[in-house]
């Protein structure tokens, strides 16, 4: 599950990217709230739940991987990582 809270707006369509780094890199990019919610819907001041189902690819080693977390402009091809505490 991930939590936001708005501080802004966002006019164009924007990803959330999510990227996991480890023995292996994949990725679970989305459009929050299964594709029900997209940033430029969102207004400042709102808490926003994201429940994300995260699909490990079959044969994906376990240990430690480190979670990149921001958004994603394809149009701009450009990021925004996003600032929090996990």
Known sequence: MWYFETRGTVK????LFVHFDGRRRFTADHVPAR???????????QL????????IPAGTAPGEYTIHV???SR????????TGTA
Do not use: C, E, S, V
Request: proline share 6%; aromatic share 14%; net charge positive.
């Open 12 to 15: 164009d369509d924007w990803l």
């Open 35 to 45: 594709g029900a919610f997209p940033f430029r819907l969102w207004q400042k001041g």
């Open 48 to 55: 926003i739940a994201d429940r994300q189902t995260l699909r």
């Open 70 to 72: 921001g958004l994603w």
């Open 75 to 82: 149009q701009k091809n450009q990021n925004m990582p996003a």
